[in-house]
């Protein structure tokens, strides 16, 4: 069974960092692209970033303050994110490309606030 | 980048009768390998997404056949032939022809 579990959210001052991680099971992680998706309170599904073998993908608001990568030794998705702002405030979800062309699991999400 | 537009953003419906939610794209969702990475989501209050339809009309795993889609190019249409009361939530269309990916800005779909 497919099992995708984010861990790392909280509270964070403006201008922090955080990493999250998402730990993986279930599956031949060092093979599939991964992502993470984030989404405000009460507002719909934003696209953060994407790996694919080491190469990360960014959306432009977090390109050169979000950093994905991954330890396929451990099973576990990482998002370094610096430089937080109050519009980071979401939900962040992982999500699994598992063959389908699109998003075939998820994770339950971590929550992350950036507040003063 | 490619935006992705739903319509309805509400729609109340009546215990087994049909839902249809639209979809539209701003450019044709056919990658350049010929699929079309076209696929809708649900999302149950409190609870992640979970993918239901890929590549237009390809029922994921689990999901039930009540559930089906359609269109091609630009326009696409998810469709619930009778719904029942656990199919309440926001619908989400999503396109993977492109980077960065892209969704609709989500269907509630509730019970009259």
């Known amino acids: 069974e497919v099992q995708l579990l984010e861990s790392g959210g909280g509270l964070v001052q403006p201008g922090g960092s955080l990493r999250l991680s998402c730990a993986a099971s279930?599956?031949?992680?060092?093979?599939?692209?991964m992502s993470w998706v984030r989404q405000a309170p009460g507002k719909g599904l934003e696209w953060v970033s994407a790996?694919?073998?080491?190469?990360?993908y960014y959306a432009d608001s977090m390109k050169g303050r979000f950093t994905i990568s991954r330890d396929n030794s451990k099973n576990t998705l990482y998002l370094q994110m610096n430089s937080l702002r109050a519009d980071d405030t979401a939900v962040y979800y992982c999500?699994?490309?598992?063959?389908?062309?699109?998003?075939?699991?998820w994770g339950q999400g971590t929550l992350v606030t950036v507040s003063s | 980048d490619i935006v992705m537009t739903q319509t309805p953003l509400s729609s109340p419906v009546t215990l087994g009768q049909p839902a249809s939610i639209s979809c539209r794209s701003t450019?044709?969702?056919?990658?350049?390998?010929?699929?079309?990475?076209l696929s809708w989501l649900q999302q149950r209050p409190g609870q992640p997404p979970r993918l239901l339809i890929y590549?237009?009309?390809n029922r994921f795993s689990g999901v039930p056949d009540r559930f089906s889609g359609s269109g091609a190019g630009t326009d696409f249409t998810l469709k619930i032939s009778r719904v029942e009361a656990e199919d309440v939530g926001v619908y989400y269309c999503?396109?993977?022809?492109?980077?960065?990916?892209?969704f609709g800005q989500g269907t509630k779909l509730e019970i009259k």
């Open positions: 999500a699994l490309h598992y063959g389908s062309g699109s998003y075939d699991y």
């Open positions: 279930g599956f031949t992680f060092s093979i599939y692209d």
């Open positions: 790996i694919s073998g080491s190469h990360g």
């Open positions: 450019q044709s969702l056919v990658h350049s390998d010929g699929n079309t990475y």
């Open positions: 590549k237009i009309s």
């Open positions: 999503m396109q993977a022809t492109q980077l960065p990916y892209t």
